[in-house]
Structures are given as C-alpha cells and as structure tokens.
C-alpha cells in the first residue's frame, strides 16, 4: 500500500492589523502604571506590618491579652489586604494586559492557570468578606463592653456596630449573587456548545 507525502502547509502569514485597532488593543498597556502603583501599596503595607510587630514586641509584657489579640488580628489584616493586593496584580495583568508565561515555574500560584475576568471577581469577592471578617470581629472584641455599665469606655456604638454587621452581610451576598451568576453563565455556555456539538453530528 502507497503513501503519498503529507503536503506542507504553508506558513501562517502574520496578523496585520488597522491602526485604529492596534491604538484600541495596544491602550491596555496604560494600567501597567496602576498595577506599579498597587506593588508600591504592597511595600507600604510591608512597612505597616513590621511597624505594628514591632510594636507587638515591644509591649508583649505591657498588653493585655485582648489588646495582644487586637494587634494579631490587625497583623492578620495587613496580610489578608496584601493577599488581596497580589490577586489584583498578578490576576488583573494577567486578564487585561499580557500575559505571565508562568507555565511550568515552580511558584507558579494555582488559580492563575484557570483565572478569568469571572474567577478573579470571585476570588476578590471572597477576600473583601474576610477582610470584612477581621475587621468585624476586631469591632465585636472591642465593643464586647457595650452593654455594660462600668468604666470601660469604647469608640463604637451599638447603631456602628449593626451597620457594620449589616455591610459585612451584604458582601456576603453579593458575593454569592456574583458566583451564582457565573454558575448560570457556565453553564448557558455548557448548554450552547452541546447543541452545537448535537447539530453538528446530526448535520452528518
């Protein structure tokens, strides 16, 4: 049985396109500022994190245990923000201006491989509500007091308090509105490249 040689397929002539597009595409580059402005942000809040654990340090033996656990959750703040920081950097670059070419480094972060527009929204959301839940539970151990009638004296009252427990909900929410509405997009999708696979294996 013969065999005829493969025909070579002719070079892919590159993609040329208009200058009005290539201005359109090619003003992605303008938020490469802002991302240097959030690793500037980054370093600052580095600046913080070590400012305040040097104060945790120093006052070890003069704090409370609930003024040490008041300082811990700030720490814990600082680094939950920064994570925050990192996801916007690396996932926004990576979505709206070029790409990493992280494939195949060994730190490269697990989300990135399959990060979009829709992921990153999630996973922002997700962050501000645990940012938001440092914040609350700083303001419940902080005004744990409120309701008594001694000595104790608290910025936050009993009205600031419920309104920042009705926004921490309200994150809440809307990040589940964000991911159910992205379920619903998945799956549209899903649905649509079915029938088109079914319409097209019925066409032969």
């Known amino acids: ?5 493969e025909t070579p397929l002719p070079p892919k002539k590159a ?16 938020q490469l500022p802002l991302y240097i402005g ?10 913080l994190f ?22 811990v959750l700030g720490l814990i703040d600082v680094v939950m ?3 925050l920081l990192v996801m916007v950097i690396v996932g926004g670059y990576e979505t709206f201006v070029s790409r990493l070419n992280l494939r195949g ?3 490269e972060p697990e989300w990135l491989s ?23 539970l700083r303001t419940f151990i902080e005004a744990g007091g409120l309701g008594n009638t001694g ?16 926004i921490h909900v309200v994150f809440i929410l809307s990040a589940v509105g964000i991911a159910y509405v992205d379920k619903l997009s998945n799956s549209a999708d899903v649905s649509h490249g079915k029938h088109k696979a079914d319409h097209g294996a019925h066409g032969h």
């Open 1 to 5: 049985m013969s065999m005829t040689p």
């Open 15 to 30: 993609h040329t396109m208009r200058p009005i597009p290539v201005l359109i595409f090619g003003s992605r580059w303008l």
């Open 38 to 47: 959030l690793i500037i942000a980054q370093g600052v809040y580095v600046v």
């Open 50 to 71: 070590l400012k305040e654990l040097w104060h945790l340090v120093t006052h070890s033996f003069d704090f409370s245990e609930q003024q040490i656990m008041l300082v």
């Open 81 to 83: 923000i920064s994570n």
């Open 105 to 107: 480094h060994p730190d």
């Open 114 to 136: 399959h990060v979009n527009a829709s992921v990153l929204k999630i996973k922002l959301a997700m962050a501000i509500i645990g940012i938001s839940s440092i914040h609350l």
């Open 151 to 166: 000595s104790r004296t608290t910025s936050f009252t009993e009205t600031g308090v419920m309104w920042q427990t009705i």
